[in-house]
């Protein structure tokens, strides 16, 4: 069920019988030369859509911007600033909660998203708002990283992951025609975060984190959604089932 294909008497049926709506959340941002730029958003909104069809709830429009200011030394990257990002994501909220949504998830697809949108709740409780705000990234998720650590052991990485690439190459296979598949050096780095433009570049040259993104195929990427779907949706039900107060 998609919000942007529905009509607002829909939303107000809709309410009647139910109070949760999902956000998939990402990024714009480099992925090294391998990965897309949209590669966050484009997880993200699968995941949540997927997981929406599922559980027959409704799923808002992905927000394709995040806070990717370390990324910002490599072309094609747009970021929110920490500020910005805080307020856009309280701003998404309180919509919701004003049309009397209670239940606010947002399925996110990139880590530097998860300390903005948490201050933001934290800000949201502190106006005394009532409600559950929870954000949800697939990629940390326990489940999915075991599912990536069987194929891609010790290569997945923090950015620019195989797992990732798999998944857009699966979703997306005509974009990888244009993109390089050899592989190259992994270093390891011992780097302290968060870090500027300049310190990311300095530390990972080529965008990648560790990680082997040549790796990537549209069957881990089918094995990997599966997983994260199957595990996400499994939260999105405890969470359906929590107490208001
Ligand atoms: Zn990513």
């Known amino acids: 069920m998609l919000l942007e294909n529905m009509s607002y008497v829909e939303v107000e049926a809709y309410l009647i019988e139910k109070d949760i709506v999902l956000v ?17 958003f484009i997880t993200a909104e699968a995941v949540a859509r997927e997981v929406g069809k599922r559980l027959d709830i409704l799923v808002a429009p992905t ?3 995040g806070m990717s200011q370390h990324h910002m030394g490599f072309k094609g990257t747009v970021t929110l600033s920490p500020e910005t990002m805080v307020s856009v994501a309280r701003d998404i909220v309180v919509s919701f909660l004003d049309h009397g949504f209670k239940r606010i998830v947002f399925i996110n697809g990139h880590g530097g998203n998860i300390e903005p949108v948490k201050t933001a709740f934290s800000q949201l409780k502190y106006e005394n708002r009532k409600g559950i705000f929870e954000i949800i990234s697939w990629f940390l998720l326990p489940e999915v990283q075991e599912v990536e650590r069987d194929i891609f052991e010790d290569k997945n990485g923090y950015h620019a992951t195989p797992s990732e690439v798999s998944i857009t190459k699966l979703l997306r296979p005509e974009a990888f025609k244009t993109k390089p598949s050899e592989k190259k050096r992994i270093t390891r780095n011992n780097v302290y975060f968060p870090l500027s433009r300049e310190e990311f570049k300095q530390a990972y040259p080529d965008g990648r984190m560790e990680s082997a993104p040549w790796l990537a195929k549209e069957k881990y ?6 997983e994260a ?4 949706a499994h939260r999105v039900r405890e969470i359906m089932k929590m107490k208001l107060l």
């Open 229 to 232: 779907v199957r595990t996400v």
């Open 24 to 40: 998939p959340l990402g990024s714009t941002e480099q992925h090294s030369p391998y990965g897309l730029i949209g590669t966050d």
């Open 63 to 65: 927000l394709c911007y």
């Open 221 to 226: 990427g089918k094995l990997i959604l599966e």
